[in-house]
């Protein structure tokens, strides 16, 4: 069975500032891919950034980047120069590479301070 | 943004009811998804669909029963609602079946179960 875990409940960081958070998770597959989803107070659930577990080059998507660690099970996000509407609840998540199935963490709050 | 809605968006309801859900989607993609998001338990998986009648079981399935009769459609149901499934119900669709693609997410549904 595949677990994502979380292990910062709440995050805060100061506007313009860099954050970084943190996920790991354990599977015995080869083949997989890991997410980072956001969920702002309004609910919806919005794909910040994604990672085939194949490829050794971290991704990048403007401000967001990860850590991609795939020896150490390790698939941090980071996010630089923070904004206010960076605050929200932040999901690590893994996908198997067949069936489609998603496993969620726990979640991280990060709030955006002025 | 993708084509899915959930209807309704809130109920409240009485236990020993049954509750339907329902999530609609636009974009024909094959697979859907029925998560409930709860507070330390992040997303978790209820059931999902990969086909027009073809259902499977996720990990907090007991309580839950799907349909999905036509592409656009997937329906939930809780044929005796409790108060442990008082939540958040998020439906999800994907495309990619041997590459795993981003799952769109539904803006979800607020189930009180009195």
């Known amino acids: 069975a595949q677990t994502v875990t979380q292990s910062q409940p709440e995050m805060s960081v100061q506007e313009a500032e860099t954050v970084t958070l943190s996920c790991t998770y354990d599977t015995s597959e080869s083949n997989y891919y890991l997410f980072w989803y956001k969920q702002p107070p309004s609910r919806q659930m919005i794909l910040v950034i994604r990672q085939e577990a194949y490829k050794q080059q971290n991704a990048t998507e403007n401000r967001f980047s990860v850590n991609f660690q795939k020896a150490a099970k390790s698939f941090s996000l980071k996010i630089s120069d923070s904004q206010l509407g960076d605050t929200a609840m932040y999901f690590c998540a893994f996908g198997r590479g067949t069936g489609n199935q998603f496993y969620f963490g726990t979640g991280t709050s990060l709030t955006v301070i002025p | 943004d993708a084509g899915i809605t959930q209807s309704p968006r809130h109920k409240v309801t009485e236990t020993g009811t049954p509750v339907t859900l329902r999530c609609h989607q636009t974009?024909?993609?094959?697979?859907m998804y029925w998560y409930r998001q709860d507070p330390g338990h992040g997303l978790r998986l209820i059931h999902y669909s990969y086909g027009v009648k073809d259902t499977d079981k996720g990990e907090v399935s007991d309580g839950y029963s799907v349909s999905r009769s036509k592409t656009e459609d997937f329906l939930l149901t809780l044929e005796s609602a409790t108060s442990s499934q008082t939540s958040v119900y998020f439906c999800a669709i994907s495309e990619s079946k041997r590459l795993v693609g981003e799952q769109f997410f539904g803006p979800g549904t607020r189930l009180t179960v009195l």
């Open positions: 974009e024909n993609h094959r697979y």
